[in-house]
């Protein structure tokens, strides 16, 4: 039973910083591909960011590239997504995703098999 829960969420002025993390009960956690989608309220879902299980590869939306930092710790079961120079557009709820069958390029396609139940953030002009 793989559980992803996320962390982190909050309010914040246009500009600044937060930091999400996902702790996952995963018992191979470096076979899983890790990711972030976010909803904002009246849209559609979205990618965010993944990593593969090693770290070593990553891929970004293009709206968060340069701003937004996504990793891992693989003994400590966690994976993180730094967001700096926060903008109002960013505002929605975040998920952690996890798969073993998706490449990190793959995961904004959506399929992926895991899902956290979310973390709020807003940011305010």
């Known amino acids: 039973q793989v559980q992803l829960v996320e962390s982190g969420g909050g309010a914040v ?11 996952a ?8 591909t890790m990711g972030w989608f976010r909803q904002a309220p ?11 299980g090693t770290g070593i590869i990553t891929s970004y939306t293009a709206s968060v590239k ?5 990793s891992r710790d693989n003994a ?6 730094q967001m700096n120079s926060l903008k109002p557009e960013d505002t929605a709820v975040y998920y952690c995703v996890a798969d073993t069958k998706v490449a990190a390029p793959a995961v904004k ?8 139940k979310g ?5 305010s002009s």
């Not at 009246?42 to 593969?52: D, L, P």
């Not at 396609?109 to 895991?114: I, K, N, T």
């Open 13 to 23: 002025q246009a500009g600044g910083s937060l930091r999400l993390s996902c702790a």
């Open 25 to 32: 009960s995963i018992r191979t956690f470096s076979r899983y």
């Open 42 to 52: 009246g849209k559609e879902r979205e990618f965010v960011a993944a990593i593969s």
């Open 66 to 70: 340069g701003r937004f930092t996504i």
């Open 76 to 81: 400590k079961n966690t994976m993180s997504l």
């Open 109 to 116: 396609l959506g399929a992926m098999e895991y899902w956290g």
């Open 119 to 123: 973390t709020l953030v807003t940011v």
